[in-house]
């Protein structure tokens, strides 16, 4: 009984002793004891170990399983805590630990062990964290995570500001939410905006293929709302969005790029450059603006020479036909034995139109620029090729009234269009991670809840359970982190260079055969106001063309011309198909025409017709049809001295001509009024030139630079006009391009 006494005499004469420490006089820089259910001193150390002890310092209140005071020899108090840890603060932020060293001074707590620190808008768990309750910073550098109400960020080291709710973390730094997973080494987290800035490389992964990539900017895991300044990337799937800066938005799936932006799909082989891009996710579509251009790749044959004829000599020589009957004239243009091979007569020099003498490479590349450029996927069973009905033999002719001489004979539909379908190729994003230990296979699809955050003190005693769970946390948060990808520096230049390395890459694959199932999806482009295009040996321009990647076919409409070597052609409507990176066929519609200037560019040779219809064989036009009041207007050049001899005028219902080496095989005139020799002292300015002739070689793009720096012309008479017209709302150049490629189409199936 007596040393039951004792020992409780002893108890009091302590805690006596503890209050004699607290004097009144520095109460409030010293640890109190509130509670505690037992104690007992050290005999070798002299500290007195209290169980289950409550110390309140500074409005703090610190708990344990066990804990003792200590002061160093200037007075400056330590507490140091064993199991159970609980640190509770005025603001309602509680800390838990299995460890800690507590600096009264200083305020400076160091915790170990399952530590889990519950603010108003976080919870951070580690099993390493200095934390200083007057400046309210920790600090952990051996691996942790905070996670708010959206987001879950696990990193090596981070330093959190709980007055601001700012957190900076460093080495494979990690978020995930539902929406994102973001992989980056530097990194700062605003628990209350939601905004994350990156100050390095840094991936954002969507759950749609789509990523983000940069090495400065800022993101907001709320709102999904992204702008960035320095070596940008915008990635989904094949298509590659890159500028000096970029915005984007994830609920609208909108993102905005800016100045030397350039769009690649890699499946499409399409790209495109401008100062301005605007990419919509949900249609799949790029907006683009500010001297925007296009390139498309087409394939030329090594030995190879361009020769698109357009004003062709015939033998001057040439019997003129009577005119025949329908049956007749069918007879005439099938059999062989009627044509007029013309080297019948050498010394007439055939000079056809569009002729290069220089070999071209094997691959070639187009540029095309307007004021706007768009292009967007679509599913392609909805796309409606542009069936011409083209015939490489010249199509039955149809009986036509001729307006002066005679009735015109047209094509007939004998051929059908063909449908395809983009051959898929995709390319690997850089960076993807193996996510296997981050998620469960539907989680990128399920819908997850937030985690709960408490700031309400619970009991000081956590069950293994816990401890248990933030054991298993931070070592699955240890894997992820061994396993996660940080992308490098420079990966956006490196991503779009290969990216447009597979664009550049010509395919064999012709899509207009591929049969098109329900989910194959096809590119159109389409360019409005000033359309430029530039080729090595080709150019044009018109107000605005439309583009199927479907059928490969351009339609050049408002004014549209097209220049190769020295010569010119014009239409309302000019069409062309690329087949196999190929020209393949040509359709000029309604008042076409085709000028060729002579070496001494004062005259020139001539053909028109109500439509002109040419095919191509390796880049070189194989034949040539020119339909509806025909006429061909050709000068003859002595070929020794190099002098023009005379004009010869064909005229009739059709004009075929057959090419072979880059020269006239066969040539005829079908249903023809008649054909003139005039010798050059009887050619007036009045016979010269054809009905509709006109010569702008000024409009003609000369070089890629050129064609983004300079606009074509308004011809004079319209200047005023045109200025009108495109103001006017009602005008053909305001009408939606979509309206104007539907109202020309229907036009030409009528036609045809």
Known sequence: MKQYCFLLLFIL???????????????????????????????????????????????????????????????????????????????????????????????????????????????????????????????????????????????????????????????????????????????????????????????????????????????????????????????????????????????????????????????????????????????????????????????????????????????????????????????TVDQSSSVTNTAQNPDVVNKPLLVNSKPEPKVDSVYMTADTLFSRMILAKEYVPLNLNLDRNGGQLIEEAEEDYGEDEEDTILAEGTEGAIQEEGLQVVGKTNEKVLQKPNETTKKTTAPKITSNNTSGNRHGEGRKEIDNTLKADSILRQRAIIPEAGHADSAINKALKIAQQPTSNDSSTTAVSDTSRTRIVKAYYNVRLYKSDLQAVADSVYYGMQDSMFRFMGRPMIWAENSQISADTIYMQILNQKMDNALLKENAFMVNALTDSTKFNQLKGRKITAFFANNSIERLFVDGNAENLVFSVNDKNNIVTEMFHDRGGRIKVFMEDKKIKDYFTIKKVDQKVYPFNLVTQENEILPGFIWRPQDRPKSKEDLLNRKRELPKDTEVKGEKEDSDENSSTSKPIEKKVEETQESTEENN
């Open 13 to 331: 004469s302590g805690q006596f002793l503890f209050g004699q420490v607290t004097t009144p006089s520095n109460e409030s820089a010293r640890m109190n004891l509130v509670s505690s259910n037992s104690g007992r001193i050290n005999a070798k150390t002299g500290h007195m170990t209290f169980y289950h002890p409550v110390y309140e310092h500074k409005g703090n209140t610190l708990s344990a399983d066990s804990g003792y005071i200590y002061e160093n020899e200037i007075k400056q108090q330590f507490f140091e805590a064993f199991g159970n840890v609980v640190i509770t603060q005025p603001s309602g932020t509680v800390i838990y630990s299995d460890y800690l060293h507590y600096d009264a001074s200083s305020q400076q707590a160091r915790l170990r062990g399952n530590v889990k620190m519950v603010d108003r808008n976080s919870v951070l768990t580690t099993n390493f964290l200095t934390y200083n309750m007057r400046s309210k910073v920790g600090t952990y550098t051996g691996g942790g995570r905070i996670i708010t109400q959206t987001d879950t960020i696990t990193s090596r080291n981070a330093y959190y500001f709980e007055n601001t709710g700012d957190a900076y973390f460093r080495h494979k730094v990690i978020v995930r939410n539902p929406s994102v997973k973001v992989y980056t080494d530097t990194m700062r987290y605003n628990s209350l905006s939601k905004n994350t800035y990156f100050f390095g490389p840094t991936n954002i992964k969507g759950n749609n293929q789509e990523n983000l990539y940069t090495e400065r900017g800022v993101y907001n895991t709320g709102t999904g709302v992204a702008n960035f300044n320095k070596q940008n990337l915008y990635t989904e799937g094949s298509r590659l969005l890159k500028g000096d800066s970029l915005h984007y938005d994830r609920d609208s799936g909108i993102g905005k790029a800016f100045r030397n932006v350039i769009f690649v799909d890699t499946v499409d082989k399409f790209y495109a450059y401008g100062g301005k891009g605007e990419y919509r996710q949900s249609e799949e579509s790029i907006l683009m603006t500010e001297k925007p251009y296009i390139i498309t790749v087409v394939q030329n044959d090594s030995d190879s020479t361009q020769t698109d004829s357009a004003a062709i000599s015939p033998p001057v020589t040439a019997p003129i036909e009577e005119k025949k009957t329908k049956k007749e004239v069918t007879k």
